[in-house]
C-alpha cells in the first residue's frame, strides 16, 4: 500500500480534499460526522485554518483510495495529548486486510507527543486502537449546549 501525507508542506488540491470528504463521510459509517464537519478537520489538519495543524493520511491500493486519518494537533500538549485522532475510515470492501493497522501505525509514527482519540462503545474500530496500544483510562462527559 502507498500512503501519501498532506499537511502545512504538501497542501491538497480542491479536488483531493473534496474525494477525501466524501471517502470518510460514506466509509465512516454510523460513526462519522456531516461533510462540512470532516472539511473543517481536514483544513485545521493541514493548517489551512489554523497555525496549530496537523496531517492527513491517505492510502491507496492499486491507485484506488482504500484508507485515509485526519489527525490534528491540539497545541495544548501541557494538560491533553498534543495529537487528536479525528477521523480514520477504510473502505468496507477492504476490510480486514490491515489496511486500517498500517494508517494508524504510520499516524503514529509522524505525531509528535501523545495521541487521543474517541470512539463509541459499539464501534468494531475500537479492537485496532486496543491492538496498537490504545488504552481507556478516563470517560467523556460532554455538555452539547443548543
Known amino acids: 500500500m ?3 501525507i498532506y ?5 491538497m488540491g480542491t479536488l483531493e480534499k473534496k474525494q477525501i470528504v466524501d471517502f ?28 496549530v495543524g496537523g496531517y ?3 492510502g491507496s491500493v492499486d491507485g484506488k483510495m482504500a484508507g485515509a486519518v485526519v489527525v490534528n494537533r491540539t497545541g495544548m500538549e501541557e ?6 485522532l479525528v477521523y ?3 473502505d468496507a470492501a477492504l476490510r480486514g486486510q490491515g489496511i486500517g493497522k498500517q494508517l494508524m501505525k504510520k499516524s503514529i509514527e509522524l505525531a509528535k507527543g ?4 474517541h470512539v463509541e462503545p459499539n464501534n468494531p474500530a475500537r479492537f485496532l486502537y486496543e491492538k496498537v496500544g490504545f488504552t481507556n483510562k478516563y470517560l467523556e462527559y460532554r455538555l452539547i449546549k443548543n
Not at 7 to 11: A, F, R, V
Not at 79 to 84: K, L, R, S, T
Not at 114 to 117: D, E, I, S, T
Open 24 to 51: 470518510l463521510h460514506q466509509h465512516l459509517d454510523e460513526f462519522g460526522d456531516t461533510k462540512e464537519a470532516i472539511k473543517k478537520a481536514i483544513e485545521y489538519a493541514v493548517g489551512e485554518s489554523s497555525v
Open 79 to 84: 494538560y491533553i495529548p498534543e495529537n487528536i
Open 7 to 11: 499537511d502545512s508542506y504538501l497542501p
Open 56 to 58: 492527513v493520511l491517505v
Open 2 to 4: 502507498e500512503i501519501q
Open 114 to 117: 501523545n495521541v487521543a482519540l
Open 88 to 90: 480514520i475510515a477504510v
